[in-house]
Each structure stands twice: as C-alpha cells, then as structure tokens.
C-alpha cells in the first residue's frame, strides 16, 4: 500500500495528514506555528512533531511513505526557500515538494487548473495561476509591505476603535465592552495604561468579536468592509496581471476569517471589486482543510486525482463554511 503526507503550516498551527492510495485518511496530527518567519526553529519542531504523529497514528514509517508535499506559510521567496529547504529536507520524507500555503488553498478548493485564491487567516495572501500555468502572488509580507488584515491586524483594528471612541475620535462601539471581558479589563483607561505599561501584543482572538456584534454595530461594519475591499484589490491585481479577465475560473477564499467567520460583511466587497473586472469569476468559500490540497498535489503530481479517491479525500476534510450568500 502506499501512503501519502500533506501538510498545512500556518501561522497558528500545523496540521499534518496521511492518506493511502484510495485516499482514506490514515493519520492526522496538529502542532503549533508552522511559519519560519515566526520563528525558525520553532517552526522546525511543530512540523517534525506533526509529521512524526500523523505517521505514528498511521502505523508506517516515512519510507512508506511515497511522496508528500508541504504547503508552508510564509514559502514566498527564494530568501524563505533557502531556509526551508535544508528544514524539510532533514525530515528524510524522500520525494517531497514546498510550495506556500496559498497554492494548497486554490488546489484544495477548485478542480481546476487555474485560478485565484485570496486567503485570510493569520494575515492575508493571494495567488493565481492562469490556464498558460504562469503564477502570480500578491501579499503576503504584512501592512508595511502593502498588505492589511488577517487576524492579527484585525485584532489592531478592534483594540484601537475601543481606543479612539473611549476617547471620543470616533462614535461609541459595540466592541469595547466584548474586548474588555476578552482582556481581563476593568475599563478602557486600565487597558489604555496597561498595554502601553507592559507593551502586551494584542491577542489575535479580538478579531473575533468583529462579528460578534457586527449586525448592529458600524464599526465592526466598517472594519470587515475595509477587509473586503482590500482582498479585491489583491485579487484585482492577479487577475489583471495573469491576464485572465475573460477566463471562467474560480475564486477561491480560504483562511479562518473568511471560512469561520460571517462572509456576508466581507464578501460583497471583495466581490464589487472584481465583478466588472473579470465577469466570469466565481467566488467560492473553501468547504475543505486546506492541507487537502497538498494530498491532491501529492496523489496527483502532474494529473488528476481519481474520483473516488478526491470524494474519499473531501468527505473526510470536509469543513463546515461561512455562506457566500
């Protein structure tokens, strides 16, 4: 039998999977942070940990295993692949591939071979490939290198807009009082003090509460409005760039903001700023674990994967998503 190893690592954590050849799910594992821009080495023990596990719960040892791939966040640049090769490669998996988290995310969601994915988790990311197989990333590097959102800056956003209507910049918000039980405050004075006191990091989990109270508050409104349109803009500028304004393909969003969270604030902005652009895209939230795509990739290499082993491999991946309604 021969066995197969995807692996997803995110900035939050790492999800390592392996399935055999008719793609049922033999072993699966999570560890933490799987991004080497967060931390080299710390990065290098989630994977080895994810893998090892997924591969102990499978009973079969890596030599079984025939070929993986790794979708790594953070795999941009040759600077990054300078680094992650030797990290991989020291796992002994044999034939392996290292892509960024990105390519996984649009395998994982389109049976096409070309399209665009918009991802936002952690921080954002967007990828295409057109039907000439040129590739394009856009993103990726953080807000001082163009980017803005993902759970980290969006947990900025909420923080700062307790601040500025605690200080009367800005109308009051339905955020503060969510975010000051989140963070253990009495008042928005004692946490004004106390994150400038300690310089705390601002905990991604604020982000959360954007959609908390969004149905009734215009700031959370506003903020996940920016985040749409920003996403459209990534996306905009792939599509032109690929040249792919009159293909039909798909738009995939993947990312736990977008999959986990309420897409109805975020997704008609996303979508104003592509719908005349490129008329025959078709946004689709992500239904799939991303680290699916990376079996696909690994099963099929340079063909299709089977039917019935993709059905096998999607109804055990399957994740429940936000409506794109």
Same mark, same amino acid.
């Given at each position: 039998?021969?066995? !197969?190893?995807? #692996?997803?690592?995110?900035?939050?954590?790492?999800?390592?999977? %392996?399935?055999?050849?008719? =793609?049922?799910?033999? =072993?699966?594992?999570?560890? *933490?942070? &799987?991004?080497?821009?967060?931390?080299?080495?710390?990065?290098?023990?989630?994977?080895?940990?994810?893998?090892?596990?997924?591969?102990?719960?499978?009973? +079969? @040892?890596?030599?079984?295993?025939?070929?993986?791939?790794? *979708?790594?966040? *953070?795999?941009?640049?040759?600077?990054?692949?300078? +680094?992650?090769?030797?990290?991989?490669?020291?796992?002994?998996?044999?034939?392996?591939?290292?892509?960024?988290?990105?390519?996984?995310?649009?395998?994982? &969601?389109?049976?096409?071979?070309?399209?665009?994915? #918009?991802?936002?988790?952690? @921080?954002?990311?967007?990828? $295409? +490939?057109?039907?000439? =197989?040129?590739?394009?990333?856009? $993103?990726?590097?953080? !807000?001082?290198?163009?980017?803005? @959102?993902?759970?980290?800056?969006?947990? #900025?956003?909420?923080?700062?807009?307790?601040?500025?209507?605690?200080?009367?910049?800005?109308?009051?918000?339905?955020?503060?009082?969510?975010?000051?039980?989140?963070?253990?405050?009495?008042?928005?004075?004692?946490?004004?003090?106390? !994150?400038?006191?300690?310089?705390?990091?601002?905990?991604?989990?604020?982000?959360?509460?954007?959609?908390?109270?969004?149905?009734?508050?215009?700031?959370?409104?506003?903020?996940?409005?920016?985040?749409?349109?920003?996403?459209?803009?990534?996306? &905009?500028? %792939? +599509?032109?760039?690929?040249?792919?304004?009159?293909?039909?393909? /798909?738009?995939?969003?993947? &990312?736990?903001?977008?999959?986990? @969270? /309420?897409?109805?604030?975020?997704?008609?902005?996303?979508?104003?700023?592509?719908?005349?652009?490129?008329?025959?895209?078709?946004?689709?939230?992500?239904?799939?674990?991303?680290?699916?795509?990376?079996?696909?990739?690994?099963? $099929?290499?340079?063909?299709?994967?089977?039917?019935?082993?993709?059905?096998?491999?999607?109804?055990?991946?399957?994740?429940?998503?936000?409506?794109?309604?």
């Amino acid at each position: 039998m021969d066995y !197969y190893l995807g #692996v997803d690592g995110g900035g939050s954590k790492t999800l390592a999977v %392996v399935c055999d050849e008719s =793609g049922r799910i033999a =072993g699966r594992a999570v560890s *933490g942070c &799987g991004n080497h821009q967060l931390g080299v080495e710390l990065a290098q023990r989630n994977i080895r940990a994810a893998v090892g596990e997924a591969l102990q719960q499978a009973g +079969i @040892g890596k030599e079984q295993v025939v070929r993986s791939v790794f *979708g790594l966040a *953070g795999a941009d640049r040759e600077a990054d692949f300078r +680094i992650l090769r030797p990290m991989i490669a020291e796992l002994d998996m044999g034939d392996h591939e290292i892509v960024c988290d990105t390519v996984i995310g649009l395998r994982a &969601g389109t049976k096409q071979a070309h399209g665009v994915v #918009v991802i936002c988790g952690s @921080g954002t990311n967007c990828y $295409g +490939i057109n039907r000439q =197989g040129e590739e394009l990333q856009v $993103g990726g590097f953080g !807000y001082a290198f163009g980017d803005f @959102g993902g759970g980290s800056d969006l947990a #900025v956003e909420v923080f700062r807009s307790v601040i500025r209507a605690w200080e009367g910049r800005e109308r009051s918000t339905l955020l503060s009082e969510p975010a000051l039980r989140m963070l253990a405050m009495a008042s928005e004075e004692e946490m004004f003090h106390h !994150y400038l006191d300690h310089e705390r990091r601002i905990p991604r989990d604020l982000a959360k509460l954007l959609f908390e109270v969004a149905e009734q508050d215009e700031t959370a409104q506003s903020i996940l409005a920016k985040q749409g349109r920003e996403l459209g803009k990534a996306a &905009g500028a %792939v +599509i032109r760039k690929l040249r792919m304004e009159d293909d039909q393909f /798909d738009l995939v969003m993947a &990312g736990s903001i977008l999959t986990r @969270g /309420d897409s109805r604030y975020i997704l008609p902005h996303l979508d104003a700023q592509i719908r005349e652009l490129a008329p025959g895209c078709e946004p689709t939230v992500l239904t799939l674990e991303p680290v699916a795509g990376a079996l696909f990739m690994a099963i $099929g290499q340079e063909e299709s994967v089977d039917k019935e082993v993709y059905d096998r491999i999607h109804h055990q991946l399957s994740v429940k998503a936000a409506s794109v309604s």
